[in-house]
């Protein structure tokens, strides 16, 4: 992978060059030659964030900012400028070669797709809306994974402050990954392996959320026990060994956390509903996830939660608007859902036979259709119904 820096002086140039110099995987370039990579020093750079901007407007490289300073503040606005990462002063080789490998990785995904190469599939549920269903369709498609292919599947709970995993699949709080963030020395296999969960109802796997708000900063930002590790990302990269599926539950928002989750999927699903507030609030969102993280379209999969639940607006209308393609149609349900979460039980397990069962089911045997874990289908998509044309649900 070819590597470049924008620096004033020479300083970032020359720690690159030294936490690189034994890697053959990666080569210092001029800017000029087309990198794939560019460090951008954001702290000796006037208006800096501006720069990088402007930088990632007119070039393919994935950008890397560096700074002095670090926060939620300079977080967000690396988020907004197109940065993979934003990494503090003097340059840390293990963040600096962590950062990089996950951009190769993910590189590596958007030009070539999974290859089926032993690695697990990680399919990312999210939506910058809360209340939209992203739990229930997780905990759900998880379960059906595991049922329809064979597969080894892990489900990871990353709504830190507020995830209820552990009660959908009726798990303990207790191990959590907060074990995890907590461990001396590297995570392996086997340690990870003592914290996952096992549900009565089926074989895949639960890493659950913390039972607590306030100890979701052992797992990011400034409460972490090693400020220079990413525990998310060593999580993942584990069980990327031992199971095929990675299912992730996520918050809604953009944070650290769940920006490693999204870099690192092969297919995410954005749970919309058809009112016009959600709406509104996913179309922004796809706005972030395409034009400022660069995502591919084909790695993002709108899913119509409560499909049949719009009120003078119909599914056309809903696409015109978004301006986007609906994968998949979830249908209400609200009293096999409430039931579902109250007893502890995905209800693909206890009611399959109703509506929401077999749309989830369907969902997820599309998955695995796209994987190659599954052969054939007999997934019928419902028709769109005639209606009138809705010219514009909000403004944009």
Known sequence: MR??????????????????????DFEMVNIEDEPDVVFIDISELENG??????????HESEIILVSTKIGKEYFRRAMQVGARDLLIKPLNSEEVLE???????????NKKGHQGNGMARIITVFSTKGGVGKTTIATNTAVCLEKNTGKNVV????????GCMAAMFGLKTN?????????EGPLDPEVVEKVLQVPVMTRAKVLVAPPTPDLAAAVEGDGRKDKHRNYVS?????????YDYIIIDTASNFRETNLTALDRSDKILLVTTPDIPTLQNTGKCLDILLEKLDYNKEKIQLVLNRSDGAIGLTETEIIESLDYPISYRIPSDGKVVVKAANLGEPFVCSVPQKPISQSIDRLSKSIAIGFGDLMDSEIRKPRNKKTTFFQR???K
């Open 99 to 109: 950062s990089l490998a996950k951009i190769s990785s993910l590189l590596k995904r």
């Open 175 to 183: 191990p959590n990954i907060v074990d995890l963030c907590n461990t």
């Open 155 to 162: 489900v990871i709970d990353l709504d830190l402050e507020f």
């Open 3 to 24: 590597i470049a820096a924008i620096t004033p002086s020479s300083k970032l140039t020359q720690s690159l060059k030294k936490i690189l110099e034994k890697r053959h």
């Open 49 to 58: 964030f501006e720069m990088a901007e402007t930088f990632k407007a007119s």
């Open 234 to 242: 060593e999580i993942i990269s584990i069980l990327e060994q031992n």
């Open 393 to 395: 649900l909000f403004e």
